[in-house]
């Protein structure tokens, strides 16, 4: 029998069904130590104190976002550097105006104050009392006690969940267990790396010998070039002009400075900040001394994110250091890629305390992210030697201080447990490094981390040691390589890692960086035998350090094989032909001063190229290569079909795709062959003509004037005709496009 239902009853339970439908739950909020090392919280925070968190949206269309990232650092891709603009990023993958707005309606109607708009509609800056914070995710906010650091710590005691319906990633701002900090860099007082020393004080790295060692002779300065600094304090301008008096640089170099979210340009009172901040403009202009540079300073308690959203909104400086450890997050790991997707390169300190604990990235460690990350270059550290003040490079060994008996510092490495191993990190072999096949093995590359001299802290003076001296000074040397790519009309280079990964694997590696394979990052800190420099990639120094003019060309020219056009044509005939194509002739030159090995195949058995094989191409010469169809392109069938031409300097391994189209089409149909004398016409049989007929039939219109109310012969009409049989449905199909006339 039917039981009667109290309708207030079921109205309640679908409300209730629709609101836990509706509640989406996130993660990452509560820091790991917390479960871990069953820590206890101390107090509640007071439901009256304000807090800041930012509320991040995911992108749009990721499966075309990884597509995309992929083609555009694929050496081989037709879409090799073809970036987006921080307008364009946004249009197609940014958070659509209807999900931005349904996001900060939801804020608001908690209580909660929306702090300005980002462009990229990624970012919901929000700012209310935690009692509205605990409302909005769910939650009760506590205070701990820090396990490694003499602090209280803010984290709430479970995962967040929002009644909304709209996606949210993740939000950043529930909890300062981990506080941005510089990578490891120290400053203190013994004797010089090497022989002669550098040109400043006690022997120290200054100014030009940056230069001499890593770019001798070198005209490039970074002009028309800007790079971005990723700052968690401020600096004192005097200090900057005084080692540009010092180091003998230009003191008309332009620094600007951007305060992210609230942050002024009264620095802290913390010196090693301060400090930091000085080191990286220090040294990214003694590298590049013509470039402009761009402050981003967030304050010592910002959010990463923001620093990383306003440098991609700007979308100004085309390298980007950062001399700071800190926590990233989902939404760091989208802004990390639409900074590749906007080529803008990424150069992370990979940390000074040595190999990570246990060879991999620990939280509780001192190194680690976001060097891991596999959308930035890790930069490790070196211990660098020349032929005394502003002399040549002699020779490099790891950084690390623990061998030498001045500490526990030395350059960062390991293996990410968090990353797995990216598609151009794969091809290495790790054998004798020690490194993972797995997951993401740091760092990528190095450059001196020892004996250099800085002014900070409002007119103090040291040598300093860290990874942090090495990221800017990449930043420095990709500012000349951007700036001689744009000399010849090439995009600006972006993340280098494909191409560095590519070119270290061919027969060129040793013209291009400097082999680090002396030295290791052992330490007592679990990595006793990890690593150690062996010849090619290893966990200390990556592929080595910069070696000059040959690594700026060959990052900023991508390849010295230039092939013109870009495609070939589309070529259409009949079926067995003829086909409108006599042939295509593609220029090839080599832009390179020196010779490259050329080899051309095709991929296709209807299309040839001659000539093919081991083609010698001069530096700074041009040949000719011609396109032609073979006699299998009368066998194709009707259809579209796609071939390619792989034109391959084999000296770097690199290639260049070059794409036809041929386009069989079916013959104009006359129906000659039909000559059926029955007035009710000769049915159509499937395939007839390469066309599938269904109800059709054919009629000489000569057999059928005896029925005036019908077709008549030299009235409208040729000859031979189809129709409908009966005045029923009736369908042609076809497996290639095809007109009606």
Avoid at 164 to 187: C, D, E, Q, W
Avoid at 192 to 201: D, T
Avoid at 614 to 643: D, E, Q
Wanted: aromatic share 10%; proline share 6%; charged share 10%.
């Amino acid at each position: 029998r039917v039981r009667p239902v109290c309708m207030a009853t079921l109205l309640a339970a679908c409300c209730l069904s629709v609101a836990a439908a509706e509640r989406q739950q996130l993660q990452g909020q509560v820091p790991f130590a917390v479960n871990r090392l069953h820590l206890h919280a101390t107090e509640r925070m007071l439901t009256s104190d304000k807090l800041t968190v930012v509320i991040g949206l995911p992108f749009r269309n990721e499966a075309a976002l990884t597509n995309m990232l992929s083609q555009i650092c694929d050496r081989n891709s037709i879409h090799y550097r073809h970036y987006l603009t921080a307008a364009q990023f946004t249009e197609r993958f940014g958070p659509t105006e209807d999900d931005y707005q349904s996001v900060v309606d939801f804020a608001k109607s908690k209580g909660l104050t929306v702090i300005g708009k980002d462009p990229s509609r990624m970012l919901v800056h929000v700012n209310g009392t935690v009692a509205d914070i605990e409302e909005m995710c769910h939650v009760t906010m506590w205070w701990y006690q820090h396990p490694t650091e003499p602090r209280v710590f803010f984290a709430p005691d479970t995962e967040p969940s929002l009644d909304l319906v709209t996606k949210v990633l993740h939000i950043s701002g529930m909890n300062n267990y981990s506080l941005p900090r510089p990578a490891g860099m120290a400053k203190g007082a013994y004797p010089e790396a090497g022989p002669g020393g550098g040109s400043g004080p006690l022997g120290t790295l200054i100014g030009r010998d940056f230069r001499a060692a890593y770019a001798p002779t070198v005209s490039l300065s970074g002009a028309g070039q800007c790079i971005a600094l990723f700052e968690f304090d401020a600096y004192y301008t005097n200090d900057i002009r005084a080692y540009e008096n010092l180091a003998g640089l230009s003191t008309n170099i332009i620094i600007t400075n951007v305060y992210v979210t609230g942050a002024t340009n009264t620095p802290s009172t913390n010196s090693d900040a301060i400090a930091e901040v000085s080191l990286d403009i220090e040294t990214a202009m003694s590298m590049a001394p013509g470039v402009t540079i761009m402050v981003y300073d967030v304050g010592p308690t910002g959010n990463a994110n923001d620093v990383l959203s306003a440098m991609a909104n700007d979308n100004v400086a085309k390298q980007i250091s950062c001399s700071w450890l800190f926590q990233p997050d989902p939404i760091t790991e989208q802004l990390f890629q639409r900074l590749v997707m906007q080529s803008q390169a990424f150069f992370q300190a990979s940390g000074d305390e040595n190999a990570y604990a246990n060879g991999v990235i620990n939280e509780f460690h001192k190194s680690g992210p976001p060097a891991d990350d596999p959308s930035v270059t890790s930069v490790g550290g070196t211990t660098l030697t020349t032929g005394g003040p502003g002399g040549s490079w002699i020779s490099e060994t790891t950084w690390n201080n623990y061998n030498t008996g001045n500490g526990t510092n030395g350059s960062g490495g390991g293996v990410s447990k968090v990353f797995f191993i990216p598609p151009w990190q794969t091809n290495v072999n790790m054998t004798i490094n020690g490194g993972s096949t797995s997951f993401r093995n740091i760092p990528d590359v190095a450059m001196a981390a020892n004996n250099i001299w800085v002014i900070y802290n409002n007119a103090q003076s040291n040598r300093f040691w860290g990874t942090s001296c090495a990221a800017p000074l990449w930043a420095g040397f990709l500012a000349m390589v951007n700036q001689q790519a744009a000399l010849h009309s090439k995009p600006p280079v972006g993340f280098i890692n494909p191409a560095i990964y590519q070119l270290c694997g061919s027969p060129v590696y040793g013209s291009l960086f400097h082999d680090i394979i002396t030295g290791n990052n052992t330490n007592l800190l679990g990595a006793t035998n990890q690593y150690y420099a062996v010849p090619g990639y290893d966990l200390c120094t990556g592929w080595g350090t910069p070696n000059g003019i040959n690594l700026i060309n060959a990052l900023a020219l991508s390849d010295p094989l230039v092939v013109t056009p870009n495609s070939g044509p589309t070529i259409g005939g009949a079926v067995g032909g003829p086909f409108n194509f006599s042939g295509q002739i593609f220029s090839v030159s080599n832009s390179a001063g020196t010779a490259i090995s050329l080899s051309v195949l095709s991929l296709s058995a209807w299309l040839s190229a001659f000539p093919s094989n081991a083609i010698t191409l001069a530096g700074n010469s041009v040949t000719n290569i011609k396109v032609s169809l073979t006699a299998a392109a009368n066998t194709l069938p009707p259809g579209r079909f796609v071939g390619y031409i792989v034109f391959t300097n084999s000296t770097l391994g690199a290639e260049r795709l070059r794409e036809f189209s041929l386009q069989t089409e079916l013959l104009p149909i006359g129906f000659d062959d039909l000559l059926s004398s029955s007035s009710a016409g000769q049915l159509l049989l499937p395939g007839y003509a390469g066309l599938n007929w269904s109800n059709f039939y054919a009629l000489n219109g000569l057999y059928y004037r005896s029925n005036p109310s019908g077709y008549q012969f030299g009235t409208v009409s040729p000859q031979n005709i189809v129709f409908n049989g009966s005045g029923a449905l009736a369908s042609i199909a076809a497996v290639t496009p095809f007109d009606l006339l």
